[in-house]
């Protein structure tokens, strides 16, 4: 900002400024959560391929140019690094992985269930589910899932009755559970789907399934509860 004053005397605004400034903000952005999870930095992404887009190959060098290097990538290439510690050398290290898990499918050396859990180990668990509701009707009907399973959602075209696609999102805000617990009252699921890795206990829940659902098994470790009729 101290840079885009200094420049805004000088009369020399230009859009390469504003694209610092969305730069930092960017990068604001993704640290300012606390939370060190990689993909955070994609907000970044644009904003930094633009800037590195407009370098020319024969770049002029000046003290200002220098300085403003010095007081603006450096501390975010710090910040970065401190934060996301593996931003520089765990990308790229996957991308190899990740040829290396299909390379070992094609050849028949791993099979689909080892090729799935190499992404997550909740694929094949999805992947099941998904099944299950093509069997029996269920795909693009309302279904709540309280667990983190919200890809599940996408893949089956699901209707979801809350705003909430995982428990700990119900579980992270104030009045979460009394705010689903009053949408599944308004709208009940056809299904409702709880995976052993749920969060929390959650009574509203709990009397819902009690009270207007029926236990119709287990697929793979995730309990799935019908509506009764």
Do not use: C
């Amino acid at each position: 900002m101290a840079y885009g004053f200094y420049k805004k005397i000088k009369g020399e605004v230009g859009i390469l400024h504003l694209i610092l400034l969305w730069t930092a903000f960017s990068f604001l952005g993704s640290y300012f959560s606390g939370r060190t999870y990689g993909h955070y930095l994609v907000q970044a992404t644009p904003a930094l391929s633009l800037i590195l887009a407009s370098i020319t190959f024969k770049p002029q060098i000046s003290r200002v140019r220098i300085i403003f290097v010095l007081t603006f990538f450096l501390p975010l290439i710090f910040l970065t690094k401190l934060l996301f510690t593996d931003f520089l050398s765990g990308g790229p290290i996957n991308q190899i992985k990740y040829f290396q898990n299909f390379a070992q499918y094609s050849t028949g050396e791993k099979g689909v269930d080892q090729y799935n859990n190499y992404f997550d180990r909740n694929v094949n668990t999805i992947m099941a589910l998904a099944d299950f509701l093509k069997a029996h009707q269920g795909y693009g009907e309302s279904v709540y899932i309280w667990g983190d399973y919200p890809w599940l959602y996408a893949i089956a075209n699901l209707k979801n009755p809350s705003r909430y696609v995982t428990s700990f999102h119900v579980f992270g805000v104030p009045e979460g559970q009394n705010e689903v617990a009053k949408d599944l009252a308004k709208t009940p699921p056809k299904y409702i789907i709880k995976p052993e890795s749920s969060i929390g206990n959650f009574g509203e829940l709990e009397k819902l399934l009690a009270d207007r659902y029926t236990s119709g098994g287990f697929v793979e470790t995730s309990e799935i509860f019908v509506k009764n009729r």
